[in-house]
């Protein structure tokens, strides 16, 4: 069973910088899996970020940005704001089969 | 403006069948792959599976947790994408979003909750 590993929970002071990471049990991350990253807020529906890892929806706070490092998918918030406390998810496709990430929250404090 | 919104949720008991419906407007439907993604209490994303898009036959992929039991149709006339979920368990009990895939997995609709229980 593939498993998509997220750092469980991350602290970013307002107006820092935080990067989440995407890791797959299969190996290295490539742009062939299409990562996704999706930020969650309580109570709300899912919202796309990020696509094929690094491309911006036309809604995406400019503050947001996707990568591929060190074999993984990263989503890096920079001038974080306090509305950016939410969980964030990413999304992997092995052969047209979707797994999400496990999930990071991330607490603005 | 995309919107999707989905129905269909409520309670069933363990073994029991439910039908999701989610009902697109604002975009061409057909030229869209569709996916479920569900979420149980407390807990992350899960995806369920999708229906691909038109040109590639409408075929359906499924994630293993549901595969044998689930299975995804659209309705092309009525631009609706379903979801048929047989031999249902406890551990199905979710709110189950429909989601558009244009540049990624883009929309999504605000979800329907099942609740498996007897």
């Known amino acids: 069973q593939t498993v998509v590993t997220q750092e469980p929970s991350l602290t970013v002071s307002p107006g820092g910088t935080v990067t989440l990471t995407c890791a797959s049990s299969?190996?290295?991350?490539?742009?062939?899996?299409?990562p996704n990253w999706f930020q969650q807020k309580p109570g709300q529906a899912p919202r796309a970020l990020i696509f094929?890892?690094?491309n911006k929806h036309s809604w995406t706070p400019a503050r947001f940005s996707g990568s591929l490092v060190g074999g993984k998918a990263a989503l890096t918030l920079s001038g974080v704001q306090p509305e950016d406390e939410a969980e964030y998810y990413c999304?992997?496709?092995?052969?047209?089969?979707?797994?999400f990430g496990t999930g990071t929250k991330v607490t603005v404090l | 403006e995309v919107q999707l919104v989905e129905s269909g949720g409520g309670l069933v008991q363990p073994g029991g069948s439910l039908r999701l419906s989610c009902a697109a407007s604002?975009?061409?439907?057909?030229?869209?792959?569709m996916d479920w993604v569900r979420q149980a209490p407390g807990k992350g994303l899960e995806w369920v599976g999708r229906?691909?898009?038109?040109?590639?036959?409408?075929?359906?992929e499924y994630a293993a947790s549901v595969k044998g039991r689930f299975t995804i149709s659209r309705d092309e006339s009525n631009k609706s994408l379903y979801l048929q979920m047989n031999s249902l368990k406890t551990e199905d009990t979710a709110v189950y979003y429909c989601?558009?895939?244009?540049?990624?997995?883009?929309?999504w609709g605000q979800g329907t909750l099942v609740t498996v229980s007897s």
């Open positions: 989601a558009r895939e244009g540049n990624g997995v883009d929309n």
């Open positions: 604002g975009f061409t439907f057909s030229d869209h792959y």
């Open positions: 229906s691909k898009n038109k040109a590639n036959g409408y075929i359906a």
């Open positions: 299969t190996g290295a991350v490539t742009s062939g899996y299409y």
């Open positions: 094929s890892a690094s």
């Open positions: 999304l992997l496709y092995y052969g047209g089969v979707g797994v």
